[in-house]
């Protein structure tokens, strides 16, 4: 039994996640080709006797060469650091009014924070696509408080991308900083308040110092995932916004270049994956 | 001071919740707008739920993706809680290490890598086995139970974490076998962690368009796949008549369990124990 629970899930690791890994290194430097899939085998071994290797450095010169990469992944990065912080500064507000609820209310009110998350993601874009269109709702506010030029939509721009994704990811930083809020010592902003301190002030020096912890734990939740998005970025930013998913998305669906695919997945994987995975091996 | 500091909370709360609920509060009265457009009111009418009701396409998708969810969330469900149980009851086994870095690594893998991994996984492995031949159902099946396992498996360990040992280890005590004393004590205080992580994985699969669209094949195109390509050629009211749909069973089945844990806790009152 014990020996099960743990050689069953393991042999589900190696296979679903270790085995992909050493797959996609391998074909990272495999060479394209026209055949089905589209990329030649590693070895060859049509000459007779020992196969020859045909590996290929080539999506990896590429990578390093065009800048269109880089920028590509700053941009993600960029995306994904703004993208936290506005969940951060919409949520902690949110988070520290549900604590601050009556107790029968913050079940509920937590609740009624989580729900959107559960009626269909693209469901919800769709909503946005038709509020931000030039005639949609939003776009129209904004044209009305001069905010916006006429003629010109918030759709397909980066800050339709923005609000896009602090929407989405929105419950995870509330998460984390209720959670931590939660569970802080109301007698601490008492005895700060009896020793005079304002509101402000023992929320200052107080409350948010001992939230930090939920407060970076909502950051990476947002982050984290934040950087690979390509949903969001394709339906509702510009050509423009060319993410590192996108990307990806980009080199295997429309360029059929599996090696290029791989290779900037790999770098995706070197910078998100390896230092979450060590960090908790660690603990 | 006090008092008014008191009840400045529920303001702070509209804000947030006004944003959260905007897009939902503007899909639904929409999806009875008579008007293919979705900016501009002409009339109230049922048309798009019956276009969504003929529209064989997202009918088929949709059936599809309810059974790719329900499959691919039991999966995730069992090797999940396996994967929770060895975490949170067996120690420092041999592997930890590497057996938790697995599990984080596939937590935080975004979508795109984690689509184009598992579809070269099925390819390398149709090339040397011949199983799974070509991409559908199964594969996309296999895919989400794959994203899912670890989330499971954190919801497990943790609620795993909280709970005493002492009635497992009552049981153990009384020579119960480790199988039984799992399928009698453990599974039964782990249920609503269990149901939790299970709807989790359901979810997860049922909102996923990126890996579906990696390791699909001809034929087995999933909901999000169908509406996705939808969008991309603009908003529809028929999305939005979906939308309206999916609010109002995800608002039922919410109201359908909190009156079933109202009737739950009644009913399992013991005698002479105090009822709350």
């Known amino acids: 039994m014990r020996r099960l629970a743990i050689l069953l899930p393991a042999a589900w690791l190696l296979a679903t996640v270790l085995a992909p890994l050493v797959i996609l290194a391998t074909i990272a430097t495999a060479t394209p080709s026209d055949g089905v899939p589209p990329y030649a085998p590693l070895l060859d071994w049509s000459g007779g006797g020992l196969p020859r290797v045909t590996a290929s450095a080539d999506a990896w010169q590429l990578l390093v060469a065009d800048g269109y990469y880089l920028r590509a992944l700053l941009f993600s990065l960029r995306i994904a650091a703004i993208s936290a912080l506005g969940c951060l500064l919409v949520g902690y507000p949110l988070a520290l009014a549900i604590t601050r609820a009556p107790a029968g209310w913050r079940a509920p009110l937590l609740l009624l924070a989580l729900l959107p998350f559960w009626t269909g993601f693209l469901l919800r874009i769709n909503a946005w696509i038709g509020l931000l269109k030039e005639d949609g709702w939003v776009s129209a506010a904004l044209h009305a408080a001069g905010l916006l030029p006429p003629g010109r939509a918030l759709l397909y721009t980066d800050a339709a991308m923005y609000l896009g994704i602090i929407h989405a990811y929105l419950p995870f930083a509330v998460l984390p900083i209720y959670a931590r809020l939660s569970r802080l010592d109301p007698a601490l902003a008492e005895a700060a308040a009896d020793l005079g301190a304002t509101p402000l002030r023992s929320f200052l020096t107080v409350t948010l110092p001992l939230s930090m912890p939920g407060v970076w734990a909502g950051l990476a939740l947002v982050f984290i995932p934040a950087v690979g998005e390509y949903v969001i970025p394709e339906l509702l930013g510009g050509p423009q916004a060319q993410t590192i998913g996108r990307v990806i998305w980009q080199e295997f669906f429309a360029n059929r270049d599996w090696p290029q695919a791989s290779a900037v997945a790999l770098v995706l994987v070197a910078l998100l994956v390896l230092p979450a995975a060590l960090v908790q091996r660690a603990r | ?276």
């Open chain 2, 1 to 276: 001071m006090r008092g008014s500091g008191r009840r400045l909370w529920a303001l702070w709360l509209v804000p947030g919740y006004a944003f959260l609920y905007l897009p939902l509060a503007l899909a639904v009265p929409l999806s009875f707008n008579d008007s293919r457009l979705v900016t501009r009111w002409t009339g109230f009418s049922w048309r798009w739920y019956g276009t969504l009701w003929q529209d064989a396409v997202l009918i088929d998708a949709a059936l599809l993706s309810f059974r790719i969810a329900v499959l691919s969330a039991t999966m995730a469900l069992a090797l999940g809680t396996l994967a929770g149980l060895a975490l949170a009851r067996f120690g420092r086994f041999r592997g930890r290490g590497a057996f938790v870095a697995g599990l984080s690594a596939s937590l935080v893998m975004p979508d795109v890598v984690a689509g184009l991994m598992l579809l070269l996984l099925f390819v390398t492995l149709e090339q040397i086995t011949g199983w799974p031949a070509g991409r559908g159902t199964l594969t996309v099946t296999l895919a989400h139970a794959s994203l899912s396992v670890a989330y499971v498996a954190a919801v497990v360990q943790a609620r795993l974490a909280e709970m005493p040992l002492d009635l497992e280890e009552a049981a153990a005590d009384l020579y119960a076998p480790p199988a039984a004393v799992f399928l009698r004590v453990t599974a039964p205080l782990l249920a609503p962690a269990l149901l939790s992580g299970w709807l989790l994985a359901f979810t997860l699969s049922l909102d996923d368009v990126v890996v579906a669209s990696f390791t699909s094949g001809p034929g087995a195109s999933t909901l999000p796949m169908v509406v996705f390509s939808q969008l991309r050629l603009g908003p529809t009211p028929e999305i939005n008549a979906l939308a309206t749909v999916v609010i109002g069973a995800v608002t039922f089945a919410l109201a359908a369990g909190g009156v079933l844990r109202r009737y739950g806790r009644r009913r399992h009152v013991m005698p002479g124990e105090r009822s709350t």
